[in-house]
């Protein structure tokens, strides 16, 4: 009997077992998607662009989600905001405090107020932002600590306003790529509970690529387990996921970090959002994580 590489590095670090936590997601069915204007590299308004098809790829990140037993709220999509199909730059939601969102650019400031209206109507607590900040675009929580984004959108007096309105500690990075505008085209949040431990953490993902010098130092000294994606897997929205700590909402087209999710013992489930990519967005950009009082 003869043993692979592969199974005796296996059998040396068991990958760990991964625990599916209960998650409450806000979406907003693409109903008024197009491109058409330009705010990222990937908007091309010249391009066609299929409603229809926007429609059902989105309607089963929505099925998908819920066949595996997490919540989905939605908001009603506005007429002339196309990109409000992006809920993740609708706020940031942690213990029942939404702070609202102000965009950098004026095409998508018109879905700043129905973000918030809807986080109150919900019970909510509002805070309204003043420094210029697109939400769970750019913020993205692990453990106890922020993740904070800038570069692109939002700004760096942000990341102060956040740690103020949420009392934790924020760590900023600088986006370099300008494919890669918001921290949450770069950084996947795979477990922020880091999992039950053992040798093997990975509870992030990251594109090393996107990031300036000081902040890859950063990444790699905090998270020293962090999977590493690839520029091929980066390049097709790979790390433009949610996870529930086990199942990892994955673009089909990121083979590369699907291996290595499997490896580290998550169970990649493959959503294709192609049209929505059109737009610049993905999975993550879809999907606005609701955090109640703990
Ligand atoms: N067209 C949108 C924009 O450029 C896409 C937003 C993607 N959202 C995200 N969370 N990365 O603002």
Partial sequence: M????????????????????????????????????????????????????????????????????????????????PDMVYTANGGFVIDGTALGVRFRVEERRGEERPFMDWFARHGLEVVEPVEIQEGEGDFLLVGDVILAGTGFRSVGDSHREVAEVFGREVVSLRLIDPRFYHLDTAISVLDPVEGPGGVEKANIAYLPTAFDDESRRILAERYPDAILVSDADGAVFGLNSA????????SPRATGFQAQLRERGYNPVLVDLSELLLGGGGIKCCTLELRGKS
């Avoid at 936590?21 to 008024?32: A, D, N, S, T, V």
């Avoid at 996870?243 to 994955?250: A, K, L, M, T």
């Fill in 243 to 250: 996870s529930d700590g086990r199942n990892v909402f994955v």
């Fill in 2 to 81: 003869s043993t692979s590489p592969e199974s005796t590095a296996a059998a040396a670090h068991p990958a760990p077992e991964r625990i599916a936590q209960h998650r409450r997601y806000l979406m907003c069915r693409p109903e008024h998607f197009t491109v058409s204007y330009t705010i990222n590299p990937w908007m091309e308004p010249q391009n066609p662009t299929d409603t229809a098809t926007a429609l059902a790829q989105w309607q089963t990140l929505y099925d998908t989600y819920v066949a595996l037993g997490h919540d989905v709220e939605l908001i009603d999509p506005v007429p002339g905001l």
